[in-house]
């Protein structure tokens, strides 16, 4: 792991350069028109700041989105695509088991276009359970012209072990480095001398915090995980979601489902972001045990300490992209791990 000494980067030139590894590694590949599939239509500002990041990476290109759809929604095969269209999947931490339900969705969607061109984007890839392992690369070893992007070594590796023989396998950063630094300023808040404690409080959780915390200190998760704060952002991004949920088993073609899903990725998206952009750039310091959190605190250029969650997705993470970055570092003695 890189000391002290060989810190030689800012936040500014090091969002920079993971954008600049972005563009060099994908730009080649989204050479046709493309659909969005899998995006987080739910209350997780993490994986709407990938969301995000994503949409304004694309918004550099030539081509054109000709359709998205929720994570829980994908086409049946019944979608008609061209045989060039590019299918990009969502990227984020859901590829393997630890949530399986998110990935099963991903994996019934692209089985019915084997013949098109489909880029997982930027993953943390992460099995527990061989026999899904097995069970998922038999049905990925159906797709023709399969790209698999992980966003770390270790991911990285795992991917060219199992699934290199049938797909290409890249490492590139996460999508969230590509939002546009003005979306963030512009929401940006000044910051209190405070201190973030990001506990993140789901099934990645790590137990009870390993250090001794001040009163300066407020332990959180997300505003939209732990109910607290967020005023009328948290309020106005419920009220979307909640008519998101109740109309999304209606016909696609009627009012109600049209409305709710402008709202979703019109309204809900960018009130999201901000919300979140507002919660971090509220404190001076940050300690975290949510990838996005250490992100998006980077992307604000914080001071930020991050730990691992329960399956070392951090330190892969830090140790790939971030271990050179001035005001970064990760504690690595922290609930146990050396």
């Known amino acids: 792991m ?39 239509y739910y209350m997780n500002i993490g994986d709407t700041l990938i969301w995000q990041g ?23 095969g019944n979608l008609a695509l061209e045989k060039e269209t590019v299918i990009l999947v969502q990227g984020g931490g859901y590829f393997g088991d630890t949530w399986r339900d998110g990935w099963e969705m991903t994996l019934d969607g692209i089985k019915h276009y084997p013949d098109n061109p489909v880029i997982i984007m930027p993953q943390t890839i992460y099995y527990a359970d061989k026999t899904l392992l097995e069970q998922d690369k038999a049905l990925l070893s159906n797709m023709k012209r399969l790209t698999i992007c ?26 969230a480095f590509c939002i546009s630094t003005d979306r963030l300023r512009k929401w940006a808040i000044p910051s209190k001398d405070r201190s ?20 300066t200190t407020d332990v959180r ?10 005023g009328m952002l948290l309020t106005l991004s419920k009220a979307l979601y909640k ?20 709202g979703m990725a ?15 750039s509220g404190y001076r310091r940050v300690r975290t045990t949510r990838l ?22 951090l330190s892969s993470f830090y140790e790939t992209w971030l271990d050179d970055v001035d005001n970064v570092s990760i504690d690595c003695t922290a609930h146990g791990r050396d």
Not at 221 to 230: A, E, M, Q, Y
Not at 245 to 259: R, S, V
């Open 196 to 215: 973030l404690y990001l506990k993140r409080m789901d099934k990645e959780a790590t137990g009870a915090p390993s250090i001794t915390l001040d009163t």
């Open 221 to 230: 998760d997300w505003p939209t995980i732990d109910n607290r704060g967020g």
């Open 2 to 40: 890189t000391s002290e000494q060989n810190k030689t980067m800012t936040s500014e030139q090091k969002v920079a350069e993971l954008q600049r590894i972005i563009e060099r590694e994908l730009t080649p590949l989204i050479n046709y028109d493309y659909v969005l599939w899998g995006v987080p």
């Open 292 to 313: 996005h959190v250490l992100i998006l605190s980077v992307l604000l250029g914080k001071d930020v300490v991050s730990e691992d969650n329960s399956y070392g997705k």
């Open 150 to 175: 992980a966003r770390d070594n270790v991911s990285y590796a795992f991917a060219q072990k199992h699934f290199s023989s049938f797909a290409r396998v890249i490492l590139v950063p996460d999508m």
């Open 266 to 280: 019109q309204l809900f998206r960018p009130t999201l972001i901000r919300l979140g952009v507002r919660f971090v």
């Open 243 to 262: 008519f998101w949920w109740y109309e999304k088993n209606a016909p696609q073609g009627c009012l109600g489902y049209k409305l709710a899903n402008w």
């Open 54 to 76: 994503t949409l304004d990476f694309l918004s550099q290109l030539p081509h054109h989105c000709t359709g998205t759809c929720p994570w829980d929604a994908y086409p049946d």
